[in-house]
């Protein structure tokens, strides 16, 4: 399973972005995938995942109510849409996929994409 994750880019405090996980093959029916991040420094932090059969979504506190994560099973793609961006968001994004069923803990990922660069200025 390969996953390219797409979409950061440099945007200003309080816009937004979409980042979008491509998954190489019809995994998302059988696969939890997972946003996390990673700021220069700092620890992964996790950022959202969804389920794979009953589309069950849960956030980490300090994106909840801001993003929201989606998926679309046609096109292998899950989404990351991202509202009122602040600066403290600014860090490497990564998708993720695995087959135990959504977590916050990124060992219960086998599969993950190569990241993509959010930067919030303010």
């Known amino acids: 399973v390969q996953l390219q994750a797409s979409g950061g880019g440099l945007v200003q405090a309080g816009g937004s972005l979409r980042l979008s996980c491509v998954s190489s093959?019809?995994?998302?029916?059988?696969?939890?995938v997972a946003w996390f991040r990673q700021a220069p420094g700092k620890d992964r932090e996790f950022v959202a995942t969804i389920s794979w059969n009953d589309d069950r979504t849960y956030y980490g506190n300090s994106v909840k109510g801001r993003f929201t994560i989606s998926k679309d099973n046609d096109k292998n793609t899950v989404y990351l849409q991202m509202n009122s961006l602040k600066p403290e968001d600014t860090a490497n994004y990564y998708c993720a996929a695995g087959s135990r069923g959504p977590s916050a803990w990124s060992d219960n990922y086998d599969y993950w994409g190569q990241g993509t660069e959010v930067t919030v200025s303010s």
């Open positions: 093959r019809s995994t998302l029916t059988r696969y939890a």
